[in-house]
């Protein structure tokens, strides 16, 4: 097991009170119409698409990006990984922003950025360099269907310069539809090293979910969360793994062509069968569903939440 470093004034584990103790293993699952969930830079901000199979990527800093942001427009959180600038318009690097938060110590930054107890950073406070490996980590997001990119074109009223007599073109890539599944993991150890509490897994949640459907910007907007599944486990250093692979989506549409939640269903059969064989080392499964989502297990047609408890296994609904 890696040896997370302790910070000076960190008590031992037995010793805090609210310090995450129990892995999370983590499923989040929105859909987004008509618009680019994540452009690429590097090809004209195009929508990421795996050439291969045409399946639609989401980066793991884009859903970060969505968390944080919640967490300190909404929620009136300090972040320290945000967009800040000076009075000249140029953007504050990380130590600019270490002498804005007026912190001299790790323990201080850790005790003011929640974003830093859950994903971790990198610094330097008086010339010592401080790395914090986040308890919080997801995979590259994929989508469950295969899509397909769009571009629009249109005008604008405006004109690009004073010698304009007329609008100019505007372009974007977008799709029609994505379904798209992110997989993290909340690592108990990690989270010792930068003292993430339960209130600020609570608080991922809630970024997760209303932070995606509160992501209103001409490129952004018509996000919307389906399903957040974390599986909080009772046996240390264990998860089962891969629980987004056991999520499939089932359609009497080729994949390019579904175009809202209500033309598929989710197929959790393996999902619910890995739930039921491990759940002894299971504690809890915390859930939030939208209605709109159709779950199938085997022949059964039923809420995710009422499958999972027909198991034997506890659920906590989310109330995000």
């Known amino acids: 097991m890696k040896n997370y470093p302790k910070w000076k004034n960190q008590p031992e584990m037995n010793e805090m009170s609210g310090i995450v103790s129990q892995r999370r293993e983590i499923v989040f699952l929105y859909d987004v ?8 830079p590097l090809d004209e901000n195009k929508p990421r698409i795996d050439e291969e199979t045409m399946i639609n990527l989401v980066s793991d800093v884009r859903l970060k990006r969505t968390v944080r942001d919640y967490l300190h427009d909404f929620k009136g959180r300090e972040i320290f990984i945000r967009e800040t600038r000076k009075e000249d318009g140029t953007l504050i690097d990380k130590e600019g922003r270490l002498d804005d938060l007026k912190v001299t110590s790790g323990d201080e930054l850790l005790k003011k950025c929640v974003d830093i107890r859950l994903f971790g950073a990198t610094a330097a406070i008086k010339g010592k360099s401080i790395i914090l490996t986040g308890p919080v980590q997801f995979r590259i997001g994929r ?22 007599k007329q609008g100019t073109f505007t372009e974007q890539y977008i799709l029609p ?25 609570a608080l991922l949640y809630d970024g997760l979910w209303n932070g995606t459907k509160n992501l209103i910007s001409r490129s952004k907007i018509g996000q919307m969360p389906r399903l957040l599944l974390s599986v909080v486990y009772k046996e240390k250093n264990y998860h089962i793994g891969d629980l ?13 062509e579904i175009r809202d939640v209500s033309e598929f269903s989710l197929d959790v059969t393996d999902l619910v ?5 491990n759940k002894e080392k299971i504690q809890r499964v915390e859930l939030i569903e939208d209605p709109r989502l159709t779950c199938v297990a085997g022949k059964k047609q039923e809420s995710l939440q009422k499958l999972i408890t027909a198991a034997g296994i506890k659920v906590t609904p989310l109330a995000l």
Do not use: C, W
């Not at 999520?247 to 549409?253: A, M, Q």
């Not at 069968?273 to 064989?277: F, G, N, R, S």
């Open 244 to 256: 987004n692979g056991t999520i499939k989506l089932v359609s009497g549409k080729d994949g390019e």
């Open 273 to 277: 069968a890995a739930l039921t064989d």
């Open 33 to 40: 119409k008509d618009i680019n969930p994540n452009g690429d």
């Open 177 to 201: 539809y994505s379904l798209i599944g992110f997989y993290g993991i909340v690592n108990e150890n990690a989270a010792q090293s930068t003292q993430l509490t339960d209130d600020d897994v």
């Open 143 to 164: 989508s469950l269907h295969r899509v397909k990119v769009t571009y629009v074109k249109g005008t604008t009223v405006m004109p690009s310069d004073k010698s304009s």
